[in-house]
């Protein structure tokens, strides 16, 4: 179960749900217009509870709590736990596994109309983010890299936040970053996940947010980040990640 061929076995199995031309020009126009693509179903039953055990035990021996503003993007908040990269790389098995599969990045290769390589930056390769309190929330920000890939894990009902935000084609003006700037002049598109949803969001130019999340409400999901060959030689500030991982 906990090898690559198996877990390739089982994407390619769920994938072929998008394997339809008409299915796929869909997911690749929604992620133009919209700035995301949403895969329903994508990690089905046996992958995603071994999936699911998986981030709890890491977030019980390695999660880290962060609640802080995010300076270099309009003080926006960070209230959540996660897992880095480098504790993921050394005690699981199911995500690196997940980043490594061949199956996985041809298919939001397909989607996304480009080739992926593996991040260079290796702290964004894959994290576990999880919102367990109430107010809990990854605020609204851009990433560093084009694409990004979210694989829902855990999730609350609809009524109690923890929901995505997208507002496409909005640049993060790095030296006067505002927020309002872009909401006030922008539509904002927003959806729920389900367990063993994915999504693939183009998130350098699309703002974005989780919602807070109310109290008892919980959520877990693993993000993954492939980059675009086009980035591989890139000189790319790292300064967010580093805050938030450091």
Request: glycine share 6%; net charge negative.
């Given at each position: 179960?906990?090898?690559?061929?198996?877990?390739?076995?089982?994407?390619?199995?769920?994938?072929?749900?998008?394997?339809?031309?008409?299915?796929?020009?869909?997911?690749?126009?929604?992620?133009?217009?919209?700035?995301?693509?949403?895969?329903?179903?994508?990690?089905?039953?046996?992958?995603?509870?071994?999936?699911?055990?998986?981030?709890?035990?890491?977030?019980?021996?390695?999660?880290?709590?962060?609640?802080?503003?995010?300076?270099?993007?309009?003080?926006?908040?960070?209230?959540?736990?996660?897992?880095?990269?480098?504790?993921?790389?050394?005690?699981?098995?199911?995500?690196?596994?997940?980043?490594?599969?061949?199956?996985?990045?041809?298919?939001?290769?397909?989607?996304?109309?480009?080739?992926?390589?593996?991040?260079?930056?290796?702290?964004?390769?894959?994290?576990?983010?999880?919102?367990?309190?109430?107010?809990?929330?990854?605020?609204?920000?851009?990433?560093?890299?084009?694409?990004?890939?979210?694989?829902?894990?855990?999730?609350?009902?609809?009524?109690?936040?923890?929901?995505?935000?997208?507002?496409?084609?909005?640049?993060?003006?790095?030296?006067?970053?505002?927020?309002?700037?872009?909401?006030?002049?922008?539509?904002?598109?927003?959806?729920?996940?389900?367990?063993?949803?994915?999504?693939?969001?183009?998130?350098?130019?699309?703002?974005h947010r989780v919602s807070e999340i109310n109290?008892?409400?919980?959520?877990?999901?693993?993000?993954?980040?492939?980059?675009?060959?086009?980035?591989?030689?890139?000189?790319?500030?790292?300064?967010?990640?580093?805050?938030?991982?450091?």
């Open positions: 179960m906990n090898t690559i061929s198996s877990i390739d076995n089982q994407i390619n199995h769920a994938a072929n749900q998008y394997k339809p031309p008409s299915n796929t020009e869909k997911l690749k126009y929604s992620l133009k217009e919209r700035g995301f693509a949403h895969l329903p179903g994508l990690i089905e039953k046996e992958l995603l509870q071994a999936l699911r055990e998986e981030c709890h035990r890491l977030l019980g021996s390695h999660g880290i709590e962060r609640d802080f503003l995010m300076k270099q993007t309009a003080n926006t908040p960070r209230r959540m736990v996660n897992v880095r990269q480098q504790d993921i790389s050394t005690n699981g098995k199911i995500i690196p596994a997940l980043y490594k599969s061949e199956a996985m990045k041809h298919l939001f290769e397909e989607i996304a109309g480009c080739q992926f390589m593996p991040c260079p930056y290796k702290p964004e390769e894959f994290i576990i983010n999880a919102l367990f309190k109430s107010g809990n929330t990854h605020g609204w920000h851009w990433d560093d890299y084009k694409y990004g890939i979210v694989f829902a894990v855990e999730v609350p009902e609809k009524e109690n936040g923890g929901y995505v935000q997208v507002v496409p084609n909005s640049r993060w003006n790095r030296q006067r970053p505002s927020v309002e700037d872009v909401l006030f002049d922008s539509v904002i598109h927003s959806f729920r996940l389900e367990p063993g949803d994915a999504y693939i969001i183009r998130t350098d130019t699309s703002m109290d008892g409400a919980k959520r877990v999901v693993v993000n993954m980040v492939w980059a675009a060959a086009d980035e591989v030689d890139r000189v790319v500030d790292h300064s967010t990640m580093e805050e938030l991982f450091s």
